[in-house]
């Protein structure tokens, strides 16, 4: 797989890291904030975003935090900053992101190409570089915690993940707040990854924000030979909400399962954008992403499969599904299928639906309430994405939070 | 003790009267069948007296147990013990059969100010209902009707109906779509419930399942009322017959 990585121009030199975070300040004042006008962007508006006016560390405030009841080992970043007391296993090695290698650091997720990724690059502070080294017994969980009063925080936190080979591992991130429900910060987030070869990553993301805050993240992942990626994101917090994963299989029979799942009412806007490259023949790919939109808000889903020249024998299926409880609930789907290859199996579906009257009067007639007909039906339909968390502990606890 | 009670009902669907002026009394312990032609509006019966969106009733009254339903929610009238099999059971995909019934019996338990039932005693009670019906542990746990044949649909009708114990059970159809085997299960497990107190109301085209649950008044129903009122022999009549020596006003 190393020579994958020639394909992107390196910089050498101790002064990398302090360079790149320059290039990408130059690169985000350039061009500011995607507007409506960003193709990419159309759907979800980031107009509201003014960076200027966030603070970017403030004094942490005590609070009970809603914390994951998994067996797992933990880590946690507390308003931005990571927690210094943790116990790692000899299998899990956790630094300082800026020891981060530079063959790999800022070249899966690109400044050029993701505004978000050009503004958490050049004011990256925090975030850690986890080298896995063999099979975890137990999950790594990070948990992101938010203590807000009155202030605005904004957070950039910049993590690079490296399965090393033939390891099998598991990671679940957290997000989540305690103190001002109404408080407006924004955290930005991004992830490279790194599967080498006949590994394994399953990612889970559970995305429970405050309802008024902002949440961007960008996940960048590269999976090596015979190897496996599994994201599955759970959204149901935040005002503005963005998750986005690139995802590169990178040698044959690399594998990848991105599957996500939203929850939202209010005005909140809930966003879900993949890229799957498959950028070597006989590469697999299926995604599974459902909704489910109340009140004003509005879920996006946008999902591209590139299939360039040569890459024969690449199988990649796509289905988005929605379900609107109210009338003023909206949802934009944009699937984009570049496939440049014969000989490809690629498939794509969207369909948006309302609860079915028939369903909920066969329940209400055994004695079943409106409002738990409702909640039974809303459970079951995400219940085929979340279903495929493997990890039993945090299947029930998500399927409790869905509520 | 009259059990339903239902006085000059008009009912319409869609601004179509459909029900123009049923009478209908009901005791415990009572089985009455009502017969009719297809598109007769007997299924819109059974959704008036549940209470089902858009079966408007715009005269006369329905009492169950004393009380005008009218303004009663479905799940209260469920809960008070008005039971509906329906003809064509729908399908929840992503909802156990198991999860279901629970659901529907902790609703209930609720209603009457019971505590919520223990898991483990309530799927021994389902399986045990479940053997009498032919319903192995393997089919609880399949989703709601979701790939059921005709037959496997009828007799979850009924292992509901087992489980939650209604003063009255409205059969619609139960036998459409049934073996003669398969009806036998379904008939046997509909008498099982019979005890004396709790009444059925079964709404079929056919004589052929009131062979073997049988009735106590047989009334032909057409043209949104009850034209012609007897005991169980009027039902072998009407199959003599036929509907339309009964339905023109010349029975």
């Known amino acids: 797989m190393a020579g994958l990585f020639d394909r992107f121009a390196v910089v050498k030199g101790a002064a990398y890291f302090k360079l790149l975070a320059s290039r990408a300040r130059e690169i985000f004042d350039s061009r500011g904030i995607p507007t409506a006008k960003t193709e990419e962007w159309k759907y979800t508006k980031p107009r509201g975003l003014d960076v200027d006016n966030y603070e970017k560390s403030a004094v942490q405030f005590m609070y009970d935090f809603e914390e994951i009841p998994i067996d797992a080992y933990r880590l946690e970043f507390i308003n931005g900053r990571l927690n210094q007391n943790f116990d790692m296993p000899e299998e899990i090695r956790v630094e300082s992101i800026f020891m981060a290698p530079e063959e790999l650091f800022g070249h899966l997720a690109d400044i050029n190409k993701n505004p978000f990724v050009a503004l958490n690059t050049a004011n990256i502070e925090e975030g850690v570089f986890i080298r896995i080294t063999s099979t975890l017994k137990k999950p790594l969980l990070i948990t992101y915690k938010t203590s807000v009063n009155n202030t605005n925080l904004f957070s950039n936190i910049r993590n690079l993940i490296l399965v090393e080979e033939g390891v099998s591992s598991e990671i679940v991130e957290y997000f989540t707040y305690a103190g001002n429900e109404k408080s407006e910060y924004f955290n930005n987030i991004v992830n490279e990854i790194c599967i080498k070869d006949n590994a394994r990553l399953s990612h889970y993301k559970i995305q429970e924000e405050a309802f008024k805050a902002n949440h961007i993240a960008y996940n960048a992942a590269l999976v090596g030979y015979k190897s496996y990626y599994k994201s599955l994101c759970v959204q149901k917090g935040a005002n503005l909400a963005r998750n986005e994963t690139e995802v590169r299989l990178a040698d044959e029979n690399a594998a990848t399962d991105v599957d996500a799942a939203y929850i939202m009412n209010g005005w909140a806007t809930i966003d879900t954008t993949t890229w799957i490259e498959h950028l070597y023949p006989r590469t697999y790919s299926n995604q599974l992403v459902k909704g489910v939109v109340g009140g004003q808000a509005k879920g996006v889903f946008q999902g591209r499969i590139s299939i360039p020249r040569d890459m024969v024998g690449v199988e990649g299926n796509q289905l988005h599904k929605a379900l609107l409880l109210s009338d003023m609930a909206e949802v934009d789907v944009k699937p984009e299928l570049e496939i440049y290859a014969d000989d490809v199996k690629c498939s794509h579906g969207a369909a948006t639906g309302v609860l079915d009257e028939r369903q909920l009067f066969y329940m209400r007639i055994r004695g079943i309430s409106e409002e738990e007909a409702k909640q039974m039906l809303i459970d079951a339909y995400l219940d085929d994405v979340l279903s495929k968390i493997d990890n039993n502990a945090l299947y029930s606890w998500v399927r409790d939070r869905i509520k | ?251």
């Open chain 2, 1 to 251: 003790m009259v059990l339903l009670e239902i006085e000059d009902l008009h009912a319409s669907v869609n601004g179509k009267e459909i029900i123009k002026g049923l009478n209908l009394v009901i005791n415990e312990g009572e089985v009455h069948a009502i017969m009719g032609p297809n598109g007769a509006g007997k299924s819109t019966l059974s959704y008036v007296l549940t209470g089902r969106e858009g079966y408007e009733i715009t005269g006369g009254r329905i009492k169950f147990k004393g009380r005008d339903i009218n303004d009663m929610p479905i799940e209260e009238r469920a809960n008070e013990g008005l039971f509906l099999s329906m003809q064509y059971p729908v399908e929840i995909p992503g909802v156990s059969i198991t999860t279901f019934l629970k659901h529907a019996v902790n609703a209930n338990r609720k209603y009457h100010n019971l505590p919520e039932l223990d898991t483990f005693e309530f799927i021994k009670q389902v399986r045990q209902d479940g053997k009498l019906l032919g319903i192995d542990n393997d089919m609880l746990k399949r989703h709601v009707n979701v790939g059921f044949s005709g037959g496997e649909k009828k007799r979850l009708e009924a292992l509901q109906m087992t489980v939650l114990k209604p003063s009255l059970a409205i059969l619609d159809e139960a036998d459409s779509g049934l073996d003669i085997d398969a009806m036998k299960v379904v008939a046997n497990g509909v008498n099982a419930l019979r005890d004396g107190r709790r009444s059925l109301l079964i709404i079929t085209h056919y004589q052929r399942l009131l062979n073997y649950i049988e009735p106590d008044f047989v009334h032909i129903y057409a043209d949104g009322k009850i034209v012609k009122s007897g005991d169980k022999s009027l039902a072998e009549k009407l199959e003599k017959l036929g509907y339309s020596n009964f339905v023109c006003g010349n029975g």
